[in-house]
């Protein structure tokens, strides 16, 4: 595992654990696909690769509520309104 629920915890994540382990399967997943899976392969994994998987987990699901629906004031598509 690239970040573990502690470090991610550390950093400020807000997710539960089991939440975040769904997540993070996932990010590394985009992350391995991304580099041939050459990250899985390094003895000890960088401190950006941590930093990277802790931004991708805020950025993709614990912003999901900021982004949601729900939060929508107003929409344009250039055609509809």
């Known amino acids: ?10 950093l400020g994540g807000t997710l539960n654990d089991t939440t ?3 997540h993070e399967i996932e990010v590394e997943a985009k992350l ?9 392969k390094l003895d000890t994994i960088p401190e950006a690769v941590i930093n990277l998987c802790f ?5 993709f699901w614990e912003q999901a509520e900021i982004d949601g629906v729900k939060n929508i004031a107003s929409y344009s598509n250039g055609i509809e309104s």
């Open 1 to 10: 595992m690239y970040l573990n629920y502690e470090k991610y915890k550390e």
């Open 20 to 22: 975040f382990l769904q």
């Open 32 to 40: 391995d696909y991304l580099t041939n899976g050459r990250i899985r």
């Open 55 to 59: 931004k991708l987990n805020i950025s």
